[in-house]
Each structure stands twice: as structure tokens, then as C-alpha cells.
């Protein structure tokens, strides 16, 4: 009967162990892989369609930085998925075209779309419209000189990121890392962020 006790704890602290190398597996691994990646500046075979940002830059944000419907927006947010970000101050035509390209290239992504979030970030307020036509889209414009400063961290030498129609890659540990000038076919957008997406485990 002892011996029964015995084995019973045995294999209950080996299931233990095991979850355990599950977590480390699933959780830990996919980040150092990640950070590695950034380190050693290793790519996945094929070159890159857009431009890498060197060092990648870590986002930060106000505590006070809100989406359109005044949600206060979570530390996590830049950290649970990969981001794909346009930035603009007034979305007019130009900028409607890109959400539908941004709209275009998530849903190509089939089985890993919930792995990819698409975000706006304006100083527009009256955003009604632009929800009503895509309501899955993260729209970041709360308050006015927040979403401006959040904006700030994208620029790229002396061009302006509000008026720049460029396509910027955020990765889920936060980073910015990437981004396409609007001449860049959505295609080819398309291969980077696949390639991404298969080569990395985050996310």
C-alpha cells in the first residue's frame, strides 16, 4: 500500500516536471529566441523587403494613452501580438487606402491572423466613419498630444511620420522593427511578415 502512496507521488511530481519544461518551452523559449535573433542580427534565408530598423526600438507609451472609444489601453497591448501600424494626422483617401491594404494583408495571413493586430495612430477625433468600415482595427488618438508622441517614435530620419503613408511592423515583444515605404507592393509585405510569423515563436 505504501509502496501504491509512494509511486503516486512519484509520477504526480513527474507530471510536475513536465509541465513545467511545457511552460518553459511554449512561454521562455520563443522570447530568447527572439531577442537572440535581434543579438546575433540572424535573418531567416531570403532578403527583406523592407527596411529593418537598426537597433529595433522599444515602444513606450503613456499610462494616459487611450483608443477612440476611451479605453484606457493596456501596458500588454504592443506585447500579446504582432502589430501592423499606419500613422497618419487626418485619414483622408490616402489613408482609407491603406487600412483596406492593411485589412487586404491580415486576412491573408489565414490561421495566423490572430496573431497580428492592425493599428491606426491620428490626431483625428471624429473616427466614426473609419470604424463603422473596419471595426476589428485598434485606433489610437486619445489624448491628442499622447497619440502625437506615440506617433514620434516611428520617425525615420527627418521624414514625417504623420505624412509619410509608410507601413510600420511592431513585434509582440514591443519593438519596432520594421517598416515600408508606400511604394512597396502589399505583397511584398505580405512575404516579410509570413516569413516573420514562421521563423518566430512570439507571437
Known amino acids: 500500500m505504501q509502496n501504491d502512496i509512494h509511486t503516486s507521488e512519484q509520477e504526480k511530481q513527474k507530471k510536475g516536471r513536465m509541465v513545467f519544461v511545457y511552460m518553459l518551452i511554449f512561454f521562455i523559449v520563443p522570447i530568447v529566441v527572439v531577442v537572440m535573433m535581434y543579438q546575433l542580427n540572424w535573418k531567416p534565408n531570403g532578403s527583406s523587403l523592407g527596411e529593418l530598423v537598426t537597433p529595433p526600438r522599444l515602444l513606450s507609451q503613456s499610462t ?28 483622408q483617401k490616402l489613408c482609407l487606402d491603406k487600412l483596406h491594404d492593411m485589412r487586404q494583408l491580415h486576412v491573408s495571413l489565414y490561421k495566423d491572423m490572430p496573431r497580428a493586430q492592425r493599428v491606426l495612430i491620428t490626431s483625428m477625433q471624429d473616427v466614426t466613419a473609419i470604424k463603422n468600415d473596419f471595426p476589428d482595427l485598434f485606433i489610437i ?13 516611428f520617425q525615420l530620419k527627418d521624414e514625417s511620420v504623420m505624412a509619410s503613408n509608410r507601413l ?36
Open 64 to 91: 494616459e494613452l487611450k483608443a477612440n472609444d476611451a479605453t484606457l489601453l493596456m501596458p500588454l497591448f504592443w506585447k500579446e501580438r504582432w502589430s501592423i501600424v499606419y500613422v497618419t494626422a487626418d485619414c
Open 141 to 153: 488618438n486619445q489624448p491628442v498630444a499622447e497619440a502625437v508622441n506615440l506617433s514620434k517614435q
Open 168 to 203: 510600420y511592423l511592431v513585434d509582440p515583444l514591443g519593438h519596432f522593427m520594421m517598416s515600408y515605404q508606400s511604394s512597396v507592393p502589399l505583397a511584398d509585405v505580405r512575404k516579410d511578415l509570413i516569413r516573420l510569423l514562421r521563423y518566430s515563436w512570439a507571437g
